[in-house]
């Protein structure tokens, strides 16, 4: 059981460091960013997060 929470949690450290690479990599300095609140189904959030995954890339890349 242990062994499956390991890799889990490697797992998402490693998709998270994907999606931080790519939101830093997209960002140019002369586009100004802003936050968008969003409401969204979970079954909907599932799916943009398996999408995001998909591509090696964030939801908000996905959005843009």
């Known amino acids: 059981m242990a062994n ?37 189904t979970v079954s909907d959030k599932k799916a943009l997060k398996i999408m995001a995954a998909e591509r090696e890339t964030a939801i908000a890349a996905i959005i843009h």
């Open 4 to 40: 499956m929470s390991r890799k889990h949690t490697a797992d998402c450290e490693a998709g998270q460091k994907k999606i931080e690479k790519t939101v830093v990599t997209d960002t140019t300095a002369d586009e100004k960013r802003t936050t968008l609140s969003l409401s969204l």
